[in-house]
């Protein structure tokens, strides 16, 4: 994980190197079917959980599944509501960012109450007319959600590219730490 200099102003957040350890060992055991996902940024963390999809006949159709699916997501929200507050509190006071929970069942993923930060950026005219093009297609209603479902549709085209960026900023990082001194 890799955290900036914040810019003036702003304050960065604590390390959360051991955040999905730490995150692993604070969640009761029992509520997941494997070791939870933890996605952090410098702003939220998310936790996503495997619960175990409910059984059903053989003559289930995917309308029947996908309903028991969410059925079973919903009932895990209702049940661990209280204790997932409680839990998220310690986790937001230790790593100072917002919890959001996620849960898959089967092919089903929810992800609860989370985050949405406002970025600012300046753009060109060029720039501005895509996104306009996209809000005068139906595709977007406004310039800001035009330029998340961008952000959206980079992300999902780039994820091996982005993966190796993020692991060489991790090596900088390590290098930056050892210093001259280190060699």
Not at 77 to 92: G, K, L, N, P, S
Not at 117 to 146: F, W
Request: glycine share 6%.
């Amino acid at each position: 994980m890799r955290f900036r200099t914040a810019p003036p102003g702003r304050v960065e957040p604590p390390n959360a190197e051991d955040a999905p350890a730490w995150v692993t060992g604070a969640i009761p055991d029992g509520w997941f079917t494997e070791r939870p996902e933890i996605v952090i940024d410098r702003d939220e963390i998310i936790i996503w959980g495997r619960v175990a999809a409910p059984e059903l006949g053989a003559d289930a159709t995917d309308a029947d599944r996908a309903a028991a699916h969410a059925g079973r997501i919903n009932q895990f929200r209702e049940d661990t509501r209280e204790a997932r507050m409680r839990v998220a509190r310690q986790i937001e006071h230790r790593y100072q960012r917002k919890v959001a929970w996620g849960v898959r069942c089967g092919d089903t993923n929810e992800l609860f109450t989370h985050l949405a930060a406002p970025v600012m950026t300046r753009l060109r005219q060029p720039e501005r007319q895509i996104l306009d093009t996209l809000v005068d297609a139906g595709v977007a209603r406004s310039r800001s959600e035009a330029l998340a479902w961008c952000v959206k549709l980079v992300g999902q085209h780039t994820d091996q590219w982005l993966a190796d960026l993020r692991q060489a900023m991790t090596k900088v990082d390590e290098l930056r730490k050892q210093g001259p001194d280190g060699v």
